[in-house]
Each structure stands twice: as C-alpha cells, then as structure tokens.
C-alpha cells in the first residue's frame, strides 16, 4: 500500500467540530451576560455617584475661591452649579434636555446633564432642590431649612444605589441606602 504524498493530506477543522466550538460560545455568552449586565450598571451608578460627592465638594470650594454664594440646583436628570458674586442667593434651574436657566446676576460654574437612556438616574431626598454654600466657611444651607441634605443615584437595572449625605459644615460621605444591593467600598446608610 502506498502512503499518501504529504500535499494530499487536509488539514482543518469538520463543520461539527466548529458547531461545536459556536454552540459552547453561545452557552458561555448567555451565561455572562447577566452578570455583566448588572456589572455595567454598578458600575454607572459608581460613575455618576464620583462625579456628583466631586462635584458638592468643587461648589464648596468654589464658594471660598470666588467669595460668593454658590448653589448646587437639582433638576431631573441634571445639576447646575452657579455662583452669586452680589451676595444674594444664586437662583437657577436645569432640565435634562435644555441649557440650564440662571437666575439675576449668576454665573454658571457647572452643569451636568445626564444622558437619557443612561440607565442611571439621581433623586434629591426629602424634596431636596439645591445646596448652597457660603463664602466665608463653606458652611452649607439646604431648601429644605433641615440640618443635612442627601442625594441618592439610582440604576435602572438591579437595585444599585449610591447615597451622598452633606452636613451643615460641609463635609459629606457616601453610603448605599437601606434596602439596595450592597456595594463593596461603601457602608450601609444609617437611615
């Protein structure tokens, strides 16, 4: 019997083995794509959450740096951070869609809008409408006349929830609320 030449043999792969090989990709896939899911998400509410504490901490700065009043107004799905060089209380507001309205004589420091669809959301606790910190201490004021002032951002996919409370002297710090999922870094809120 003759051997085949070397040039004859076929190397490659048969179309089960390559059935095969898409049929456990598509398993693997199905498999990760929950939990990445969710991974994304925890991750936009981390995310937006860095930016906004960031953020409440750039207005209280700003209001020492520039020795006006300086107001954080919250809108769905937005903030503005504008200054008062005249002293009177900045008075502004923001949608997620327009540019943000500033009151008499304010400067706008900052706005943020967040993408609709972003699948991430923010809501001022208590009917929370702005913070406003002087210019002397950066000592903070809420519109709700109460002693501190929160800000939860929210997913829309899972129960990922992140919480920035601010103190009347101005120091803040996050934690997730009762209820939501924890998030490893950060402690549970005390209510």
């Known amino acids: 019997?003759?051997?085949?030449?070397?040039?004859?043999?076929?190397?490659?792969?048969?179309?089960?083995?390559?059935?095969?090989?898409?049929?456990?990709?598509?398993?693997?896939?199905?498999?990760?794509?929950?939990?990445?899911?969710?991974?994304?998400a925890k991750k936009r509410v981390e995310g937006v959450q860095s930016e906004l504490a960031t953020d409440l901490q750039?207005?209280?700065?700003?209001?020492?740096?520039?020795?006006?009043?300086?107001?954080?107004?919250?809108?769905?799905?937005c903030?503005?951070?504008?200054?008062?060089?005249?002293?009177?209380?900045?008075?502004?507001?923001?949608?997620?869609?327009?540019?943000?309205?500033?009151?008499?004589?304010?400067?706008?420091?900052?706005q943020v809008q967040l993408q609709s669809g972003a699948?991430?959301?923010?809501s001022p606790v208590s009917s929370l409408s702005w913070i406003e910190f002087?210019?002397?201490?950066g000592i903070a004021s809420f519109s709700t006349g109460a002693a501190s002032g929160a800000i939860t951002v929210t997913s829309s996919v899972g129960s990922w929830q992140l919480r920035s409370n601010v103190t009347l002297v101005g120091s803040m710090t996050v934690c997730y609320p009762i209820g939501s999922?924890?998030?490893?870094?950060?402690?549970?809120?005390?209510s």
């Open 79 to 110: 903030y503005v951070i504008t200054a008062q060089p005249d002293g009177s209380s900045p008075s502004s507001a923001c949608s997620q869609t327009t540019d943000p309205t500033l009151g008499t004589g304010a400067t706008n420091v900052k």
């Open 181 to 190: 999922t924890a998030i490893s870094g950060y402690t549970q809120c005390a």
């Open 119 to 122: 699948g991430v959301s923010f």
């Open 134 to 137: 002087d210019p002397v201490r």
């Open 58 to 77: 750039y207005a209280r700065s700003e209001a020492v740096a520039r020795n006006a009043k300086v107001r954080i107004t919250f809108g769905t799905g």
């Open 1 to 40: 019997m003759m051997a085949k030449p070397r040039a004859l043999i076929r190397r490659g792969f048969t179309m089960i083995e390559l059935l095969i090989v898409v049929a456990i990709i598509a398993i693997v896939l199905a498999l990760a794509a929950p939990s990445f899911r969710d991974f994304m």
